[in-house]
């Protein structure tokens, strides 16, 4: 069997974050609608100048090493706002987020923004783009038909679009990229 690569050792040392110091995490895919670690605190919050994409493999989550599924990373867009949840974190729980996200994420520090107007520094996980799990594919429909097919230990990879789909119309957030994905998928599922 083949491994699931790992950004464990390369997350470790980034950012040199205080233990001390409780920090912001960013959320714009599973971290959403997937909470599974304490937080003191969660708003929803966004980013400027990244859009959501499909582009990151998944052989640990929604896929397997021999079979990858597909999960979110974000690619830079000047003119692009990213909406998701932040939440405010004891440092005692990064391991476990880092263990998380280990399948090609690295950390990093971005400035989010609060509907309130402020603005924090928070630490986000986005796919590290030199690794063999960074795949871009721009087709939505060739995405759609690799997701409707995909399953891993954390459950089928459609579920994945029609949670995220879901949470971003609680929290009156649309995402054009997003419905296009889950419409695709609820084709296939009327095809089936
Ligand atoms: C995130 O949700 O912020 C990172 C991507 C993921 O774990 O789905």
């Not at 950004?7 to 205080?18: A, C, G, Q, S």
């Not at 998380?100 to 950390?107: D, F, H, K, V």
Request: hydrophobic content about 35%; proline content about 3%; some cysteine.
């Amino acid at each position: 069997m083949s491994e699931v690569y790992s950004t464990i050792e390369k997350n470790k040392n980034r950012l040199n974050l205080d233990p001390n110091q409780a920090i912001w995490l960013f959320g714009y895919g599973s971290i959403i609608f997937k909470v599974d670690f304490e937080y003191l605190e969660a708003k929803k919050a966004y980013l400027n100048g990244f859009e959501r994409r499909f582009w990151m493999a998944s052989e640990d989550h929604r896929g397997t090493p021999e079979s990858p599924g597909r999960v979110l990373t974000l690619q830079e867009r000047r003119q692009a706002k990213c909406f998701g949840m932040a939440y405010r974190i004891d440092h005692k729980v990064l391991d476990a987020l880092d263990l998380r996200e280990q399948n090609g994420y690295l950390r990093y520090l971005k400035s989010v923004s609060f509907a309130d107007g402020s603005a924090h520094d928070a630490l986000v996980y986005i796919g590290d783009k030199t690794t063999r799990i960074y795949q871009e594919e721009h087709d939505v429909k060739t995405l759609a038909e690799l997701i409707f097919n995909s399953v891993g230990p954390s459950g089928q990879n459609k579920d994945y679009v029609y949670e995220l789909a879901q949470a971003l119309r609680d929290l009156n957030e649309p995402d054009e990229y997003i419905f296009e994905l889950e419409a695709c998928l609820r084709k296939l599922e009327e095809i089936e």
